[in-house]
């Protein structure tokens, strides 16, 4: 089984501040992992994915994140925030091609982020 | 804008009910996967259609059911429905199950 860990539900900023939402996860197999955000009264929005390959991805909006398979994590950041930013953030996995969990995504729980002026 | 849609935007409708979700797909994508949105719950996933067949099975009450079609739009059956079920119900498609895009969702709440 796959489980997906928020480490913080909330994260207050201010404006132009750098930011890091983290997030590590457990599965026994392989992994896609994605990061999508939620704006009030809005759907899930993909800012990005790891599938394969480079360890950094880039995402939507400047924001990134870095998968590290040690450390179980895929932490997002972003150098500046706005406050067009507040939303709240949720990390997902799924198993890889072929695997029972295949195509299932977990979520966390969601971090909130609050960007102040 | 994903390409996914959903309809209805908002559902209200009393205990013991029957309510139909619908979603379609982007142009294209052949896998449908429905989630379960709720304060205590967080996001679930309830089920996966492929081409018209149940792929993968989640969380899923048994009143609960979905279906895919011909036109590969799928629909989600929320049968003798309870304040629990109270929830944001998305629709999400891939072409290929690794990238999943949501529709806006449907708000379901159960008086």
């Known amino acids: 089984a796959q489980s997906v860990t928020q480490l913080d539900s909330q994260v207050p900023v201010f404006e132009e501040a750098p930011v890091e939402l983290r997030c590590n996860y457990s599965?026994?197999?392989?992994?896609?992992l994605f990061w999508y955000v939620q704006y009030p009264n809005q759907g899930l929005q993909l800012l990005l994915k790891y599938l394969s390959g480079s360890t950094l991805v880039k995402g939507i909006n400047g924001f990134e994140a870095e998968f590290n398979k040690s450390q179980t994590s895929f932490h997002l950041r972003k150098p500046s925030v706005h406050i067009s930013d507040t939303a709240e953030y949720f990390c997902a996995v799924t198993g890889g091609a072929g695997g029972t969990s295949y195509g299932k995504l977990t979520f966390g729980q969601g971090t909130i982020l609050t960007v102040h002026p | 804008d994903s390409g996914v849609t959903q309809t209805p935007k908002h559902l209200i409708t009393a205990t013991g009910q029957r309510v139909t979700l619908r979603c379609s797909p982007r142009?294209?994508?052949?896998?449908v996967y429905w989630y379960q949105q709720s304060l205590d719950q967080g996001l679930q996933f309830l089920i996966q259609y492929y081409n018209g067949e149940e792929r993968a099975k989640g969380n899923i009450l048994e009143r609960f059911s979905a279906q895919q079609f011909p036109d590969l739009h799928s629909e989600l059956n929320l049968s003798s429905l309870e304040l629990g079920d109270s929830a944001l119900y998305f629709c999400?498609?891939?072409?290929?199950?690794?990238?999943?895009?949501f529709g806006p969702g449907t708000r379901l709440l159960v008086l």
């Open positions: 599965s026994s197999v392989s992994v896609y």
């Open positions: 999400a498609s891939s072409a290929f199950g690794e990238t999943q895009y």
């Open positions: 142009s294209g994508d052949l896998s």
